[in-house]
């Protein structure tokens, strides 16, 4: 089950930071880095983001999020994580295929690290396309992807 969660509740947004804290420290491995901005991440950021995020509940357990920044004409997918326990189970396709389908928004865009194959494998399965590349401040190659619906 997908639902919107309240990232302003404390309990909610400690399950949060739990996910990506796990999810991101195997992407930070995949990526060879150990600067990763997203580990770096604080609760009270969390708190204080103007982001929706999405939960996939699997028995009141937080096992995968999808942030998304809406704007007038774009939708940013901002973080798509999956707790490592629950990794290639579908559910970042569950996450995509319900941020596609909830926001009204005809253009979608997402960034990742060029060396995350299994993101990328996922982004382009539903036909995102490579928008631009480059080299981020703490040594990372990053892919940005945009689709329009």
């Not at 195997?26 to 939960?55: C, G, H």
């Not at 399965?125 to 329009?148: A, L």
Request: net charge positive.
């Amino acid at each position: 089950m997908i639902i919107k969660i309240n990232n302003k509740n404390k309990e909610i947004t400690n399950k949060i930071r739990d996910v990506f804290q796990a999810s991101y420290a195997v992407e930070a491995k995949l990526l060879n880095t150990i600067d990763f901005p997203p580990l770096s991440r604080k609760v009270s950021q969390f708190i204080n983001s103007n982001s929706e995020f999405y939960a996939y509940y699997q028995s009141n357990d937080i096992i995968g999020i999808v942030e998304v920044k809406n704007q007038q004409e774009l939708t940013h997918i901002q973080s798509l994580v999956v707790d490592p326990k629950h990794f290639r189970k579908g559910i970042g396709r569950k996450l995509i295929q319900f941020t596609l389908e909830k926001d009204i928004t005809k253009v979608f865009n997402v960034e990742t690290g060029l060396k995350n194959t299994p993101a990328l494998k996922l982004y382009e399965s539903f036909n995102f396309k490579e928008e631009k590349q480059w080299n981020t401040n703490h040594g990372v190659r990053k892919v940005r992807f945009k689709k329009i619906k």
